[in-house]
């Protein structure tokens, strides 16, 4: 059904596909995440502030009221072309009076936000770039082009001008206190098959330009002095730092643990800087995990979440994870399920559903339907 939104839309409006990246098999997760999002909870008073987000977000794209009605159109015929047995009037009616709400919300939001003077996006000038030893993992620190402010844990959306369409969202950290041109770091971890991530890594130097969206997420901050600990795997580390610096400003004598886990030694890419944070504020205190064996790394990460199992203190403690997916899922649920602390943070995880077949021995298995175009409703509308 995404795919064949995508054809009509393009058949119908080409001069939209320049908004989207070369390849659109992510796209096409977004687009139905948001779309089951949606209609899953739209009974709820939550869906409202959802869309209001997403019409911010997509400011920086510069469409217009006219460019929803294209999108609604390829949409509504996409669902009536897979739902054959039961479209009718009552339907179309239904579909297009919820497509209708969430424009008018999306609009009305960019609207509010365009009135208020707020920036779409930000260009942000590199001002200095550190790769580790592993080549793994970048801290590219910018200066945005006008003032960019942010809360402790949030993320932005970032942009490089030599790959069109795509975004990914990075942490958002300070530098230091001296961050008196309003630097912003950004620590980008290489992932595998990641276009962006790759760019950023390897080619993105002193003054290169990028583009930064309005920060996302609601952050983390409490006014709650109690015991803190923070629990950071890989990058996962830089939201937790700005959480971590926050924290030793406004509560000098607060009590924090960070437990900051890596997949070797040589991957604590910011060993530096947090050694001057433990060396200055004593009342924090570092425990450092890695495996001994590179070979071992899954037995490592069950001996780390049986460590966290058997931590009863947890309990009287609040707790931020961050880091890659799986690492925060398998963490939240031990914490869950062992140790039940005052609070619990973490990073967002992406939603579940079921996938289409990747390889070839699941397409073999389990072949995909086909999904036909029907070359006629590229003139629709």
């Not at 620590?187 to 969206?213: I, K, M, N």
């Not at 609601?218 to 795997?233: K, N």
Request: glycine share 6%; proline share 8%.
């Amino acid at each position: 059904m995404v795919r064949y939104f995508y054809a009509h839309l393009f058949g119908s409006r080409p001069d939209l596909r320049r908004l989207f990246p070369a390849e659109l098999g992510e796209q096409h997760e977004r687009l139905l995440n948001a779309l089951l999002h949606v209609i899953t909870h739209l009974d709820r008073p939550a869906t409202v502030s959802y869309l209001q987000r997403l019409g911010r977000d997509h400011r920086r794209y510069g469409i217009a009221r006219r460019d929803y009605l294209s999108v609604g159109q390829s949409l509504i015929a996409s669902i009536a072309e897979h739902t054959p047995r039961t479209w009718s009037e009552d339907t179309e009616r239904a579909w297009t009076n919820v497509y209708g709400m969430a424009m008018d919300t999306m609009l009305a939001a960019a609207q509010q936000d365009k009135d208020a003077r707020r920036p779409a996006s930000w260009e942000a000038t590199v001002v200095s770039r550190r790769l580790d030893r592993t080549g793994h993992t970048v801290v590219l620190q910018t200066v945005p082009d006008q003032p960019y402010a942010f809360r402790p844990g949030q993320y932005a959306a970032v942009h490089h001008p030599e790959l069109r369409g795509v975004w990914r969202p990075y942490s958002l950290v300070r530098p230091g206190d001296d961050a008196t041109r309003g630097e912003v770091e950004l620590h980008v971890a290489r992932t595998p098959h990641g276009a962006l991530s790759a760019l950023l890594c390897d080619h993105t130097f002193t003054g290169q330009s990028l583009t930064l969206s309005s920060p996302g997420g609601d952050g983390w901050t409490t006014q709650d002095t109690g015991p803190l600990t923070l629990i950071a795997a890989g990058t996962g580390w830089a939201p937790a730092r700005a959480v971590l610096s926050e924290q030793v400003q406004r509560f000098p004598a607060r009590t924090i643990d960070l437990h900051i886990v890596a997949r070797s030694r040589d991957h604590f890419y910011d060993q530096s800087h947090l050694a001057q944070l433990e060396s200055r504020h004593h009342q924090l205190t570092c425990h450092w995990w890695w495996p001994r064996d590179p070979d071992r790394v899954r037995g490592f990460q069950r001996a780390f979440q049986d460590h966290l199992a058997g931590e009863r203190s947890l309990a009287a403690r609040h707790v931020y994870v961050a880091g890659p997916p799986a690492f925060v899922r398998d963490t939240v649920g031990t914490l869950e399920e062992h140790n039940r602390p005052l609070s619990l943070a973490h990073d967002p995880l992406p939603a579940e559903h079921p996938q289409t077949p990747l390889t070839h021995a699941e397409r073999v298995l389990d072949p995909p339907r086909p999904r036909w175009v029907n070359p006629s409703l590229h003139h629709t509308g």
